[in-house]
């Protein structure tokens, strides 16, 4: 980055993070609303949250939009991607490429290497708590680092504690983020000699679990030699500083860089130049907070109803009343003077109340999509793509511009790190010479992307349906039917996976051997009639008069069959 004349780095780094605050500023007042009212534990919106672990949850009297999110995160896990079925696979873009068979074992293997190295580092948990940030708060971040003992880790970020900066094409570009370590965590990652004093002299007399604010800044690098890869010239700058107590500088722990952007920030739906995304959780807040006056309503109107305010006649003052179940209380005379009654009518109808409850409980549900994701928990694994789509088409079409987005910011550049990472591991095969020069790119075959693309198949089914209903009528409209298409466009739209689909010259090899065993078939057929027929003929006596004679005779030119008189 830039900074102006006379500034150290850590100034200028502290300088960027205020200014990225500020833009970010608007955002946060609506980021704690739906914490305070949905989730709290999650967003960290104070340095000084760290390790709280008071109750925050005083506004929640109905926790519908709680379940309701964490329903969406599994269902967005499972449904995108589950770690208990494929839901990426590698290819070259190219149908006649893939179907090399040795192009096709190569791509299935680094496939499945890549599943493995997901499913054996912390990925899936990390997805899990990415996926519902995202549905609360409309964006999630989260950093994937090399690891010695597992490839990969995914280290997550709470919403509050870190902001964002996009390029000129809208993409994010950059990250700052302010968080707490202890004493010993300091010294431990960065050395006790690139700590400051104070932290030195801590360690020093034992207090290792004093906090300490530390301020991380990734974003693209832009003074570099591009001939050197060493970590102070990479594409992107990684700086690492920690705070001090005056809030212009600090203490510089330590510079590094990646070569790629190593910050995956999705967001959930975004609004023209807007660097934050828009979500589920700002739909439904205001339903939340209905919900939650409703019930606090609904909780007052039985409290009326099972212990109402009463009336009592000052000569019961000093005498006290017993107002607990099966209580007596003694007065001289029982009468309308003296006697213990309600306030007001406590009768209540809560029916209406009790009924535009459960109005809102749906609207919150399906604002998160919650009947879709639950709809396919339910189906228990046995639910195709193709039902999913044609029992929430509507729902399916809204969410595809999500899926494609996310697919676009958190699982490409997911997958990109990941691929890297195997190379630099030594975990790749070779190659197959076919694929020299040639780019890979990803095609998902999860269960909701499975789905989309069943959406449009629902059209080819009707197609299908109407002409095979005219051929009974007309038989010839099959001629404007190309069924090997038909296969191809079908398997494509539902995502089959491509080695279960022949390709169009094996076919054919197949077609000719068919129609030469045809062939061979009717050619034996043929010569076991001519040789029965030969043998019944041989065993025939010309000497009597019979149709073989009148045959013969025909075909000697000798007249006509003779008459024979039996």
Same mark, same amino acid.
């Given at each position: 980055? *830039?900074?102006?004349?006379?500034?150290?780095?850590?100034?200028?780094?502290?300088?960027?993070?205020?200014?990225?605050?500020?833009?970010?500023?608007?955002?946060?007042?609506?980021?704690?609303?739906?914490?305070?009212?949905?989730?709290?534990?999650?967003?960290?919106?104070?340095?000084?949250? @760290?390790?709280?672990?008071?109750? %925050?949850?005083?506004?929640?009297?109905? !926790? @519908?939009?709680?379940?309701?999110?964490?329903?969406?995160?599994?269902?967005? *896990?499972?449904?995108?991607?589950? =770690? /208990?079925?494929?839901?990426?696979?590698?290819?070259?873009?190219? #149908? +006649?490429?893939?179907?090399?068979?040795? $192009?096709?074992?190569?791509?299935?293997?680094? @496939?499945?290497?890549?599943?493995?190295?997901?499913?054996?580092?912390?990925?899936?948990?990390?997805?899990?708590?990415?996926?519902?940030?995202?549905?609360?708060?409309?964006?999630?971040?989260?950093?994937?680092?090399?690891?010695?003992?597992?490839?990969?880790?995914?280290?997550?970020?709470?919403?509050?504690?870190?902001?964002?900066?996009?390029?000129?094409?809208?993409?994010?570009?950059?990250?700052?983020?302010?968080?707490? %370590?202890?004493?010993?965590?300091?010294?431990?990652?960065?050395?006790?000699?690139?700590?400051?004093?104070?932290?030195?002299?801590?360690?020093?007399?034992?207090?290792?679990?004093?906090?300490?604010?530390?301020?991380?800044?990734?974003?693209?690098?832009?003074?570099?030699?591009?001939?050197?890869?060493?970590?102070?010239?990479?594409?992107?700058?990684?700086?690492?500083?920690?705070?001090?107590?005056?809030?212009?500088?600090?203490?510089?722990?330590?510079?590094?860089?990646?070569?790629?952007?190593?910050?995956?920030?999705?967001?959930?739906?975004?609004?023209?130049?807007?660097?934050?995304?828009?979500?589920?959780?700002?739909? $439904?807040?205001?339903?939340? %907070?209905?919900?939650?006056?409703?019930?606090?309503?609904?909780?007052?109107?039985?409290?009326?109803?099972? %212990?109402?305010?009463?009336?009592?006649? !000052?000569?019961?003052?000093?005498?006290?009343?017993?107002?607990?179940?099966?209580?007596?209380?003694?007065?001289?005379?029982?009468?309308?003077? !003296?006697?213990?009654?309600?306030?007001? !009518?406590?009768?209540?109808?809560?029916?209406?109340?009790?009924?535009?409850?459960?109005?809102?409980?749906?609207?919150?549900?399906?604002?998160?999509?919650?009947?879709?994701?639950?709809?396919?928990?339910? /189906?228990?694994?046995?639910?195709?793509?193709?039902?999913? /789509?044609?029992?929430?088409?509507?729902?399916?079409?809204?969410?595809?511009?999500?899926?494609?987005? *996310?697919?676009? +910011?958190? *699982?490409?550049?997911?997958?990109?790190?990941?691929?890297?990472?195997?190379?630099?591991? &030594? +975990?790749?095969?070779?190659?197959? =010479?076919?694929?020299?020069?040639?780019?890979?790119?990803?095609?998902?075959?999860?269960?909701?992307?499975?789905?989309?693309?069943?959406?449009?198949?629902?059209?080819?089914?009707?197609?299908?349906? &109407?002409?095979?209903? $005219?051929?009974?009528?007309?038989?010839?409209?099959?001629?404007?039917?190309?069924?090997?298409?038909?296969?191809?466009?079908?398997?494509?739209?539902?995502?089959?996976?491509?080695?279960?689909?022949?390709?169009?010259? #094996?076919?054919?090899?197949?077609?000719?051997?068919?129609?030469?065993?045809?062939?061979?078939?009717?050619?034996?057929?043929?010569?076991?009639?001519?040789?029965? @027929?030969?043998?019944?003929?041989?065993?025939?006596?010309?000497?009597?008069?019979?149709?073989?004679?009148?045959?013969?005779?025909?075909?000697?030119?000798? &007249?006509?069959?003779?008459?024979?008189?039996?």
């Amino acid at each position: 980055m *830039l900074g102006t004349k006379g500034e150290t780095k850590d100034q200028q780094l502290i300088r960027r993070w205020g200014a990225l605050e500020t833009e970010r500023a608007s955002w946060v007042s609506h980021w704690q609303d739906i914490s305070r009212y949905i989730m709290p534990r999650t967003g960290r919106f104070l340095t000084d949250d @760290t390790n709280k672990g008071g109750p %925050k949850t005083n506004l929640i009297y109905d !926790n @519908t939009a709680t379940r309701a999110a964490r329903t969406l995160a599994a269902g967005m *896990l499972g449904g995108m991607s589950s =770690p /208990a079925r494929p839901w990426f696979r590698l290819t070259t873009g190219d #149908e +006649e490429l893939d179907e090399y068979q040795s $192009v096709k074992i190569w791509l299935a293997d680094v @496939t499945k290497r890549m599943q493995r190295l997901f499913s054996g580092s912390n990925t899936y948990r990390a997805l899990h708590t990415i996926y519902l940030d995202l549905g609360l708060y409309g964006v999630s971040a989260a950093t994937v680092l090399d690891d010695f003992e597992d490839g990969i880790c995914l280290y997550n970020h709470a919403v509050g504690e870190y902001a964002l900066s996009c390029d000129y094409k809208g993409r994010i570009n950059g990250i700052y983020r302010e968080f707490k %370590k202890t004493t010993e965590q300091m010294v431990a990652e960065f050395g006790i000699e690139k700590c400051s004093t104070h932290v030195q002299n801590l360690f020093r007399e034992g207090n290792l679990d004093a906090w300490h604010t530390v301020l991380h800044a990734v974003e693209p690098r832009t003074a570099r030699d591009p001939r050197r890869m060493d970590a102070g010239n990479m594409s992107w700058m990684s700086a690492y500083v920690e705070m001090g107590t005056d809030a212009r500088a600090g203490t510089m722990l330590r510079e590094s860089g990646f070569r790629r952007f190593r910050t995956l920030a999705p967001r959930w739906m975004v609004e023209a130049q807007d660097i934050y995304g828009a979500s589920c959780g700002m739909d $439904v807040l205001g339903d939340v %907070k209905q919900l939650q006056h409703e019930q606090l309503r609904k909780s007052q109107g039985i409290d009326y109803q099972t %212990k109402p305010p009463v009336q009592v006649p !000052n000569s019961l003052k000093s005498a006290g009343v017993d107002m607990l179940p099966g209580g007596v209380t003694y007065v001289d005379s029982v009468g309308s003077g !003296n006697a213990i009654q309600t306030l007001f !009518n406590v009768n209540l109808n809560l029916e209406y109340l009790l009924q535009d409850i459960q109005d809102v409980r749906m609207r919150i549900n399906s604002g998160f999509y919650a009947d879709l994701f639950l709809m396919l928990s339910q /189906a228990d694994g046995r639910m195709t793509a193709t039902e999913v /789509a044609e029992r929430h088409e509507e729902k399916l079409l809204m969410l595809g511009p999500v899926l494609e987005r *996310l697919h676009n +910011e958190l *699982l490409d550049p997911l997958i990109e790190i990941a691929f890297e990472r195997l190379i630099e591991m &030594g +975990e790749l095969p070779e190659a197959p =010479p076919e694929l020299e020069g040639r780019p890979l790119s990803v095609e998902f075959v999860s269960l909701l992307a499975q789905a989309q693309r069943a959406v449009g198949t629902n059209s080819i089914d009707r197609f299908v349906i &109407g002409i095979m209903g $005219v051929a009974n009528a007309r038989p010839e409209v099959l001629d404007k039917f190309d069924a090997d298409q038909w296969a191809d466009v079908y398997a494509d739209s539902l995502g089959i996976d491509p080695s279960l689909v022949r390709g169009d010259d #094996e076919v054919a090899k197949i077609r000719q051997a068919r129609a030469a065993q045809e062939q061979q078939a009717v050619a034996q057929e043929q010569a076991a009639v001519a040789a029965d @027929t030969a043998a019944k003929l041989g065993g025939i006596k010309t000497s009597e008069p019979n149709a073989l004679n009148d045959i013969l005779g025909n075909l000697s030119g000798y &007249g006509s069959p003779a008459s024979y008189r039996y």
